[in-house]
T-cell receptor
Framework: SQQGEEDPQALSIQEGENATMNCSYK?????LQWYRQNSGRGLVHLIL?????REKHSGRLRVTLDTSKKSSSLLITASRAADTASYFC???????????FGQGTTLQVKP | EAQVTQNPRYLITVTGKKLTVTCSQN?????MSWYRQDPGLGLRQIYY???????DKGDVPEGYKVSRKEKRNFPLILESPSPNQTSLYFC???????????FGQGTRLTVV
């Protein structure tokens, strides 16, 4: 089952611009994570935000979480061509380790 | 280096010929899982394992088997592959206390 819906599905920006991706989910969560996937490669963990947190930063990444709206956003500031990839949100709702992924946002950063 | 290793990376096989995709992790993670990724469908969980000898079905288990005889290994078995199992497969591992998951590099399987 797919819990998350991501918006937009695709995003194209110029290098140096900011990129914002949104994720909505349906059930209560323990945490929400963002992953990056370069074309056809494995997913790489970017950042985790717990359900009792509202905002988190890691380098050029900023994640927000609004549990009342069941939504999260990922902001990549000062984007680079190397940021071109697909970005997925994933929610964890139990202590089993299971993640439920959104459909992903494909980001293209033009040099 | 902490990693999840899948093999093979690419595989082309014929319908009905049994195959195994191996997955190994070196982080002593209890939780391991298999996902398949298909265009327009995202990542869907096939099977997962909470620990040695403990496995359970995910969202799309039909046509797959798994085993967890050792903590580090979690092979995915297709007893009789069919063309609808053509997909990109990922193995992942984590600690089950809400932390990040580590993914393998993926296995692109084509069944003809």
């Amino acid at each position: 089952s797919q819990q998350g819906e991501e918006d937009p599905q695709a995003l194209s920006i110029q290098e140096g611009e900011n990129a914002t991706m949104n994720c909505s989910y349906k059930t209560s969560i323990n945490n929400l994570q963002w992953y990056r996937q370069n074309s056809g490669r494995g997913l790489v963990h970017l950042i985790l935000i717990r359900s009792n947190e509202r905002e988190k930063h890691s380098g050029r990444l900023r994640v927000t979480l609004d549990t009342s709206k069941k939504s999260s956003s990922l902001l990549i500031t000062a984007s680079r061509a190397a940021d071109t990839a697909s970005y997925f949100c994933a929610t964890s709702s139990s202590n089993t380790g299971k993640l439920i992924f959104g459909q992903g946002t494909t980001l293209q950063v033009k040099p | 280096e902490a990693q999840v290793t899948q093999n093979p990376r690419y595989l082309i096989t014929v319908t009905g010929k049994k195959l195994t995709v191996t997955c190994s992790q070196n982080m002593n993670h209890e939780y391991m899982s298999w996902y398949r990724q298909d265009p327009g469908l995202g990542l869907r969980q096939i099977y997962y394992s909470m620990n040695v000898e403990v496995t359970d079905k995910g969202d799309v288990p039909e046509g797959y088997k798994v085993s967890r005889k050792e903590k580090r290994n979690f092979p995915l078995i297709l007893e009789s592959p069919s063309p609808n199992q053509t997909s990109l497969y990922f193995c992942a591992s984590s600690f089950p206390d809400r932390r990040e998951a580590f993914f393998g590099q993926g296995t692109r399987l084509t069944v003809v």
